[in-house]
């Protein structure tokens, strides 16, 4: 079995566009949720979310802008970063044979909405001819492939808000069994847009906004937590077989050195700790590390009432005594739940952790819930922390569930 490296890292989020402007933002506790107004059929609602400022022309061709929908920008944004980021040691990276596995929950929706609204409320007798290719959910993967001359597998994972950890986790097996040397891997979300919000307020599972501050709307593990906050945004990978990113002098940022993928086969929305503690067991057992090793969880931790308790019960059902020392810290509290995309989001957060030494915080947790009581970092990162293993946990509508984990370079 081979092992797999992480060489390259990109990102578009609320919190910032680029490593370093993310990296900054996690160690501010910075928020990039703000209210947002959005007219529906007439009448205009107020949510609040977390939403990506970017001039798409200072990233990519102003020629290819139109022709794509905003959930293929993103990812093509930080698909170029990751590239670029990997490019940095004595040998460019060669992508003729490199996959490309991209997870996304809802795929072009933007295009879609157009669509509608031109045919149900302006009488449109014709809508875009490219609304199929625009909106089709392995898009993003194709348009990756395309600019950069990817020839490997490029495949799209879409399991609601585990895909792009799933994506990462398939592509980290493909090189480990030798069907590819170099994947890209990651995910994209583009969904706030009326119909779709509208919906997620119907599941009624939406954070009210905070009356005082919207920016601290999501507020995972408080006693105060009233639901999740939707966000858009990107973050790609570049996984390599280790010695291939050895011998080409590649600058490797952390091993991948397990994955985990279990299914809750409970419920359609209601989360299940079985299910996800058998998952977080897979990982470390691929890694072959035992529950104490690992440093730093960043959880999935969505501020949904239940899910927050459950996620806090199965982290001590794996990791025991030990549960109530390792730093459990939620960053959608920051940058808010992208769903397809917020797996690879979190897990670049997680490698930072590891490779710059410091826990990003829980931001607005003032009052934690009794029955969430382990060590959430409340509020300000924790700096000058050694560590050397972190996992990262994505858990989906459907029971789909993945978790990772990353290791310092030995």
């Given at each position: 079995?081979?092992?797999?490296c992480?060489?390259?890292l990109?990102?578009?989020?609320?919190?910032?566009i680029?490593?370093?402007?993310?990296?900054?933002?996690?160690?501010?506790?910075k928020?990039?949720?703000?209210?947002?107004?959005?007219s529906?059929?007439?009448?205009?609602?107020?949510?609040?979310?977390?939403?990506?400022?970017?001039?798409?022309?200072?990233h990519?061709?102003?020629?290819?802008?139109?022709?794509?929908?905003?959930?293929?920008?993103f990812a093509l944004?930080?698909?170029?970063?990751?590239?670029?980021?990997?490019?940095?040691?004595?040998?460019?990276?060669?992508?003729?044979?490199?996959?490309?596995?991209?997870?996304?929950?809802?795929?072009?929706?933007?295009?879609?909405?157009?669509?509608?609204?031109?045919?149900f409320l302006?009488?449109?007798?014709?809508?875009?001819?490219?609304?199929?290719?625009?909106?089709?959910?392995?898009?993003?993967?194709a348009?990756?492939a395309m600019?950069?001359?990817?020839?490997?597998?490029?495949?799209?994972?879409?399991?609601?808000?585990?895909?792009?950890?799933?994506?990462?986790?398939?592509a980290?097996?493909?090189?480990?069994?030798?069907?590819?040397?170099?994947?890209?891997a990651?995910?994209?979300?583009?969904?706030?847009?009326?119909?779709?919000?509208?919906?997620?307020?119907?599941?009624?599972?939406?954070?009210?906004?905070?009356?005082?501050?919207?920016?601290?709307?999501?507020?995972?593990?408080?006693?105060?937590?009233?639901?999740l906050?939707?966000?858009e945004?990107?973050?790609?990978?570049?996984?390599?077989?280790?010695?291939?990113?050895?011998?080409?002098g590649a600058?490797i940022?952390?091993?991948?050195?397990?994955?985990?993928?279990?299914?809750?086969?409970?419920?359609?929305?209601?989360p299940?700790a079985?299910?996800?503690?058998?998952?977080?067991?897979?990982?470390?057992?691929?890694?072959?590390?035992?529950?104490?090793?690992?440093?730093?969880?960043n959880?999935h931790?969505?501020?949904?009432?239940?899910?927050?308790?459950?996620?806090?019960?199965?982290?001590?059902?794996?990791?025991?005594?030990?549960?109530?020392?390792?730093?459990?810290?939620?960053?959608?509290?920051?940058?808010?739940h992208?769903?397809g995309?917020?797996?690879?989001?979190?897990?670049?957060a997680?490698?930072?952790?590891?490779?710059?030494?410091?826990?990003?915080?829980?931001?607005?947790?003032?009052?934690?819930?009794?029955?969430?009581?382990?060590?959430?970092?409340?509020?300000?990162?924790?700096?000058?922390v050694?560590?050397?293993?972190?996992l990262?946990?994505s858990?989906?509508?459907?029971?789909?569930?993945?978790?990772?984990?990353?290791?310092?370079?030995?």
């Amino acid at each position: 079995m081979r092992r797999v490296c992480i060489t390259g890292l990109g990102i578009v989020s609320p919190i910032g566009i680029g490593i370093d402007a993310f990296l900054s933002g996690l160690r501010s506790g910075k928020s990039g949720i703000r209210a947002i107004a959005q007219s529906d059929a007439g009448a205009t609602a107020t949510h609040v979310a977390g939403q990506v400022d970017i001039n798409f022309a200072e990233h990519l061709p102003p020629t290819r802008i139109p022709g794509l929908d905003r959930v293929s920008l993103f990812a093509l944004v930080a698909a170029q970063q990751a590239i670029l980021n990997a490019n940095g040691g004595s040998n460019v990276l060669d992508l003729h044979n490199a996959g490309v596995y991209v997870g996304t929950g809802i795929g072009g929706v933007h295009s879609l909405e157009i669509a509608y609204e031109e045919f149900f409320l302006r009488g449109g007798a014709r809508v875009k001819p490219l609304t199929v290719v625009q909106a089709m959910n392995n898009a993003a993967a194709a348009h990756i492939a395309m600019t950069h001359g990817c020839h490997g597998p490029v495949l799209t994972y879409s399991t609601a808000c585990s895909s792009s950890a799933m994506a990462i986790g398939e592509a980290y097996r493909a090189i480990k069994h030798g069907y590819a040397d170099t994947v890209i891997a990651g995910g994209t979300e583009a969904l706030l847009v009326p119909g779709t919000l509208r919906a997620w307020d119907a599941l009624r599972t939406l954070a009210l906004p905070d009356k005082t501050n919207p920016a601290a709307s999501c507020k995972p593990f408080a006693k105060g937590r009233t639901g999740l906050v939707l966000a858009e945004g990107a973050a790609m990978l570049v996984l390599e077989d280790a010695e291939q990113a050895r011998r080409r002098g590649a600058n490797i940022i952390a091993m991948l050195s397990g994955y985990g993928c279990r299914t809750d086969a409970t419920h359609l929305t209601k989360p299940d700790a079985g299910g996800q503690a058998a998952t977080m067991h897979a990982a470390l057992a691929e890694a072959g590390l035992a529950p104490e090793k690992i440093d730093y969880i960043n959880a999935h931790g969505t501020a949904t009432l239940t899910g927050d308790i459950v996620e806090t019960s199965a982290i001590k059902a794996v990791f025991g005594a030990h549960a109530k020392r390792v730093p459990v810290t939620s960053t959608k509290s920051m940058h808010g739940h992208a769903m397809g995309a917020t797996g690879a989001i979190e897990f670049i957060a997680a490698l930072l952790a590891l490779q710059h030494g410091f826990i990003p915080p829980t931001m607005h947790l003032d009052e934690p819930d009794p029955e969430c009581d382990l060590d959430y970092v409340a509020n300000q990162a924790r700096e000058g922390v050694k560590l050397n293993h972190v996992l990262s946990n994505s858990f989906a509508f459907g029971g789909s569930n993945a978790v990772l984990i990353a290791s310092r370079v030995v």
